[in-house]
């Protein structure tokens, strides 16, 4: 009876780890098919892993699973599947590139600073519309998505053209050089950082804002070897009270670049004394 795939069971018993068979008889499959035709199901489960989505009809005698087959999920179940699983996994389930989660970052900032109409980018609000700006095909097939495309989406066209000048990707420097800025982790209450040679900033007093000039850009200040010298938003205090100290402290150390008594009137260059 031990290697019969299928019993009758008389009469059960409890024990410490489940239950012990004490009366049963061997039964054929067909006998038992037969016999439990009404919990009989066929149903087909698409699940997405983050790479792919996979089908498999599944036919089950109850709790039991007869069989398990590998089918084609269409479009629909496809979208669907990516869908269950980025909501209840989180937004990490979308596999988030460099690109998108730097504009969520700058959106973030946007609404955190101006408001409505800029779209709040929260993990909570994002997953409420996911179906607004996911790529679901994208991710179905497991070609990923940046979601840049889907988040710019969810402007409206006045905030479209205008996002650039509110939350610019990158700001030019007295030098010329054009520097990415840092912006803060979405759900953060701190501000945008932009890392530049000191030496780029010379004559600069105002420094840089965002978000229609709401808030000052927080400059770190670095050293020709791009080591930390200070971190200021107040510019003109800086070059008053804490160049002086700076200055003294590294003009020896990196020599080869300009050290001016007047940052004020010295020519802003990402260049050495020698090429200068």
Not at 36 to 57: C, H, I, K, S
Not at 64 to 82: C, F
Not at 132 to 147: H, I, M, P, V
Request: net charge negative; charged share 25%.
């Amino acid at each position: 009876m031990l290697d019969q795939s299928w019993l009758a069971v008389a009469r059960t018993s409890r024990v410490t780890n489940g239950a012990l068979i004490r009366a049963a008889a061997p039964l054929s499959e067909s006998a038992a098919l037969d016999s439990g035709a009404t919990m009989l199901t066929n149903d087909t489960t698409v699940t997405w892993d983050g790479r792919e989505v996979r089908g498999r009809r599944v036919s089950r005698l109850g709790a039991i699973e007869l069989s398990s087959t590998p089918v084609r999920p269409d479009p629909v179940q496809a979208r669907h599947a990516v869908l269950d699983a980025v909501q209840s996994r989180g937004l990490d389930a979308v596999g988030w590139t460099k690109n998108g989660e730097a504009l969520r970052r700058r959106l973030a900032l946007a609404h955190r600073i101006l408001g409505d109409p800029w779209p709040d980018v929260s993990e909570e609000a994002l997953l409420a519309r996911a179906e607004e700006w996911l790529d679901f095909d994208a991710l179905a097939a497991g070609r990923g998505s940046d979601a840049t495309s889907g988040l710019r989406g969810l402007l409206g066209w006045q905030e479209s053209a205008r996002f650039d000048e509110v939350d610019p990707e990158t700001i030019t420097v007295p030098s010329g050089s054009r520097i990415r800025v840092d912006y803060p982790e979405p759900d953060s209450d701190t501000f945008p950082v932009l890392a530049v040679k000191l030496q780029e900033c010379f004559g600069w007093t105002d420094g840089p804002t965002v978000c229609d000039g709401q808030v000052r850009v927080v400059l770190h200040l670095l050293s020709p070897a791009r080591r930390p010298l200070a971190v200021t938003d107040d510019l003109a205090s800086f070059w008053a009270n804490v160049y002086p100290t700076v200055r003294a402290e590294n003009r020896g150390r990196y020599s080869k670049h300009p050290w001016p008594e007047d940052p004020m009137t010295a020519i802003p260059t990402k260049r050495t004394n020698r090429s200068l």
